[in-house]
């Protein structure tokens, strides 16, 4: 266990819906992202960022669908030119529904009980990394109007 303190233990209700619907959730993004070039042909994609229509800049995760629309091309250089976390995050996204799958199909629930000092310090980690990836992309990766 350690200081990460993570474990497997019985899934209860609560779990399986909360794994079941964090996958049903990632399964619809990865699909509309699939589609998302032959979608946007025919202008049925969803509507732009509200924060880009009120500021004019794109927000953090602006680029993010065009990002995993080009990695499903294979295209990783395209990918991160739209978004630089977009590759991490379209892999990650297929680990989350391969993890949730085996969670839910095995009757388990993955337990995360860190330090506090630790669970604050991944949570800032996460944040410097978003925010410093949303000033990258503003300095260096204007989007496409």
């Known amino acids: 266990m350690g200081v990460w303190n993570l474990s497997l233990a019985r899934a209860g209700a609560e779990d399986r819906v909360r794994y079941a619907l964090a996958l049903v959730a990632l399964l619809v993004w990865l699909l509309y992202t699939r589609v998302f070039w032959a979608l946007s042909s025919v ?12 500021t004019g800049q794109p927000c953090p995760f602006c680029g993010g669908t ?5 990695m499903w091309d294979g295209d990783l250089l395209g990918a991160a030119r739209y978004h630089p976390l977009g590759p991490a995050l379209f892999a990650l996204s297929l680990i989350g529904v391969v993890g949730l799958a085996v969670l839910l199909a095995g009757g388990r629930a993955l337990r995360w009980r860190p330090v506090p000092t630790l669970e604050q310090r991944v949570y800032l ?13 503003l300095l260096f990766l204007p989007l496409p109007r």
């Open 43 to 54: 202008h049925a994609t969803l509507p732009p960022c509200p924060f880009r229509l009120l």
């Open 66 to 70: 065009r990002s995993f629309a080009q």
């Open 125 to 137: 980690v996460g944040l410097a990394v978003v925010l410093s990836a949303w000033l990258f992309r």
